[in-house]
């Protein structure tokens, strides 16, 4: 299937509302700490970087200091069903151990990823693990509970499949600046 850009579901000037206030809400979070943000690749790149821009923006005059790090997500569906595997930076320990952390998604959906990524970030002892995506999907509640919710959400979303703004559909359409639904083609 190929998929078109369909519906805008979140122009960009309401993304930008969002991110200035989910900016403020870090700026007082970390005012005065050092934490460091833990992205998950690639889909949060373009989310990550405006919304570190609003903290610092929201802080002023503080400069609020912040150090960044990268993770890889990349789950095998088929061969093993459920199986997350992350790929973390080296040398990602001594950077973490007694610092707050802020682990950063583009979606959730299963929380699958979240949660995987957390077990290891709490493996590397930091002192304080806080969440936040851009979008979580409402989810029909079948099965598990997902062992972790995130600490702060951008918006919710009905559960379809986006594009745009750093989500992509089979590598496609990050670079849209609002969120769409994926209309599904020939
Ligand atoms: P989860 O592990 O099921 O919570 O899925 C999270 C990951 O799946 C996200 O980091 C995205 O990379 C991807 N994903 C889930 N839903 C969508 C979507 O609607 N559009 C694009 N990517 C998605
Ligand atoms: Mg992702």
């Known amino acids: 299937m190929r998929g078109e850009v369909g519906k805008i579901l979140i122009p960009s000037d ?7 206030e989910l900016g403020r809400t870090l700026a007082d979070t970390y ?7 833990v992205a998950i690749m690639k ?4 989310f990550l970087a405006d919304l570190v821009r609003a903290w610092g923006e929201a802080a002023r005059p503080e400069h609020p200091a912040m150090d960044l790090e990268f993770v890889s997500v990349c789950s095998y569906e088929g061969t093993e069903p ?7 930076p080296e040398g990602l320990e001594a950077r973490v151990a007694g610092r707050p952390v ?9 929380g699958r990823t979240l949660v995987a ?12 693990l806080k969440t936040l995506v851009l979008l979580a999907k409402r989810r029909a509640a079948t099965g ?43």
């Open 14 to 20: 309401r993304i930008a509302d969002r991110v200035r």
């Open 31 to 37: 005012a005065g700490r050092e934490p460091v943000v």
């Open 144 to 186: 598990e509970p997902p062992e972790r919710k995130p600490d702060w959400v951008g918006f919710e979303i009905e559960d379809r499949f986006v594009i745009g703004y750093g989500l992509d559909y089979r590598g496609r359409w990050r670079n849209l600046p609002y969120i769409a639904a994926l209309r599904e083609g020939a």
């Open 117 to 128: 990524v957390c077990r290891e970030v709490e493996r590397l002892e930091a002192v304080e």
């Open 82 to 88: 459920g199986k997350v595997h992350i790929t973390l």
């Open 43 to 46: 889909g949060c790149v373009l």
């Open 102 to 110: 802020l682990v950063l998604d583009d979606i959730f959906d299963t």
